[in-house]
């Protein structure tokens, strides 16, 4: 039996991480015009950063990730952290070799500040009086933690989904500051569908009777039932049908050989109930997921974290020309997609691909066969995983040779 | 200019239009075990029924369509019925050649015994207490209705979407009742992924605080909120990714030309909230829909129909091998699909033409290029429609050869 002592004590785990608190005094003038006076970024690090500090790695988290992308904050801890299957001795992105820096992000509710901080001007939380925050404002916070850190350039920043929108910018905003870039299960902007689906995502919140126009918090509630909503709207289109399908369908897989393939209609009980109960095992999920979900996330946060998806469009400021953009970006670009990904599908990283071309950028681009659906970007998949490996190693060797 | 008048004068509408209703006494046993002791069915028809009482064509509903299929029920409708472009003097199902009877099936609330209908028992509206229904016991109300009309064999039975399993279903319970079955944009049972999309929308219901277990109309209220978010969930699901790209996108496609295509990004009001406001117009669509919707609507019939969807499966009793199913059906079977509908996706046609195949039965299929998703089943995409046209004026001819 494996306890979770030895679990952080495996050889290929980061081990025991404690986050730690960085304060910044300097105002933050973010992107609607409004300011942060100060504020707060969680962060956690894993490995040594070298004595030439150009070994480090940025890691920026998705919609509802946070500073804890690796390792255990305690032995009783159930998980690791979000990205552990990626992170640590001897993994794809080797904390023998690099200094990995994660953080919360700015709005976030993990310990950074966002809605459930005090707002110094009124004493109590900030709740929806948070300002609208954008990928540009995060990177903007990262590359000031990048100067405490005494960090010059990024041997690479790292992400997927709302995470490579972050990649994508630093490499914008900060050519100078980006050796590497990689971008997993990203887009350069949302189409229609993904800004639908986060409307109805924010819908579900905001129509909750408990949200009291975000200020829950003073009323000593908080909107569970929209948010439970909302994460189960999100799970579907996280996962893929097929992926769904193999999830719920294995009782019936056998019984059903016969017609075409498993549809994923596994009961819960083995009988309908003929009511308007839970019949199938995929809604029992989805409900375990949103219960889940909503009993850790803030749903201020998740509101903020949905309108960066949506506004996130470097072309805007270049005439709507998105190479333009990458025109004066100065570093290696590395680009994962994932067949069955219908959120992010393959043709927006594609699209992706041609513009960083097109804008004279060097770009390897690595279309992986999954059947996880977006999430497979969190999975130790091992074409997916040994290709991030190679790409980093790559890096790595660069920087030894520099140094 | 076009009045309200000309419209329903027009010489290929069915002009003005009266919903009867057929009341019957006789129980109905319903899938669950339980039984409808009597209950009323809305019902239209258009075109003449034939002295050999052999033109009829019956068409069978999806998950929010009703009785009236085509036409005006008077002069200052602004709308004709739900598939008015299919349904027509010289239309491709011609009520100058058939007799057409549509209904609003058990269970819904436009007029048909549903949960808005009173309870003989309690003398209280059903609500939450409407039994159950299953798209084979709509079939069994609808033979039903065949008797009372004096019809021995449909000439056709037509459905898109769930109405398309209430086609498959005729043809499995009643095969000597079918000369030809039409089922577009269907499936032979849901996937997860469909499950779980029904279920999000039941929660969004269930968990308004003015659903009251599903007694609001004893509260006076409704839960207006959840059938708005079941609404832009679905809404969502029957347009396709590049229908909402081409939808919303026209003020953009200009500058986003030099990009690849069209996101679907047209801003509301030009500029960016940078609150959580509405910002874009798919945001504004969305709300539109789901308002619309949730004003027409009971919320009890959204539940039972969404549970129709999820328990369909006629290969449950035939060992899960749908073409026993099929063995016994004996008419001709022409079945469509769209290429965007990604809700009921080509394949899942095509798997019910393989199934027809493999039961030795006669099957046109049509694979239509379309872009409006799931609601291209709706549309006047010509290809269809004039394939849909042939394939009924065919069978005009054999039923005029017949007699």
């Known amino acids: ?57 940025l890691i920026c988290h998705a919609l509802s990730g946070d500073h804890h992308a690796a390792g255990y904050h305690s032995d009783s801890d159930r998980k690791p952290g979000w990205w552990d299957t990626a992170i640590g001795p001897g993994k794809a992105i080797d904390t023998n070799k690099f200094y990995v820096v994660a953080l919360n992000n700015l709005g976030g509710c993990a310990g950074s500040t966002g809605p459930t901080s005090i707002n110094p001007e009124t004493g109590k939380p ?15 916070s990262q590359k000031r933690l990048m ?119 596994d009961l819960r009980s083995g009988n309908l109930s003929f009511g308007l109960n839970i019949d199938f095992e995929v809604e029992s999920y989805l409900h375990y997921q949103g219960e889940r979900f909503s009993s850790n996330f803030d749903a201020n946060s998740y509101l903020l974290m949905t309108k960066a998806l949506d506004y996130f469009d470097p072309s805007v400021d270049y005439g709507n020309d998105l190479s333009k953009a990458f025109e004066s970006s100065d570093c290696r670009f590395f680009l994962v997609s994932f067949s069955t990904d219908w959120r992010f599908p393959p043709e927006r990283s594609r699209e992706l691909v041609e513009t960083l071309l097109k804008a004279g950028r060097e770009v390897s681009y690595l279309e992986v066969d999954a059947d996880q659906g977006h999430d497979a970007f969190l999975m130790p998949i091992p074409r997916y995983i040994n290709a991030l490996r190679g790409f980093l190693d790559n890096a790595y060797e660069e920087l030894c040779h520099a140094s």
């Open 1 to 57: 039996m494996v306890t979770q002592e030895s679990k952080a004590s495996a050889t290929d785990s980061v081990g025991l991480v404690t986050p730690q608190l960085f304060h910044f005094d300097e105002p933050l003038l973010l992107r609607s015009g409004k300011s942060l006076p100060a504020y707060d970024l969680m962060v956690e690090t894993y490995g040594e950063l070298n004595a030439a500090r150009s070994n480090a790695i």
């Open 126 to 140: 900030y709740g929806p009086d948070f300002p609208v925050v954008t990928v540009r404002d995060w990177v903007k």
């Open 147 to 265: 100067s405490r850190l005494g960090i010059e350039k990024w041997a690479a920043v790292v992400g997927g989904s709302l995470g490579g929108m972050q990649v994508q910018r630093w490499a914008i905003s900060y050519p100078e500051c980006v050796a590497n870039a990689v971008c997993i299960a990203s887009a350069p902007k949302l189409s229609a569908q993904n800004i639908a689906f986060n409307e109805v995502a924010r819908y579900s919140i905001t129509s909750d009777p408990n949200f009291h126009n975000g200020r829950y918090l003073e009323h000593d509630t908080y909107p569970k039932q929209g948010l439970m909503l909302a994460r189960m709207v999100g799970h579907i289109t996280y996962l893929s049908d097929s992926a769904m399908r193999a999830k719920f369908g294995n009782a019936s897989s056998q019984l059903e050989s016969t017609t075409r393939g498993n549809l994923g209609r």
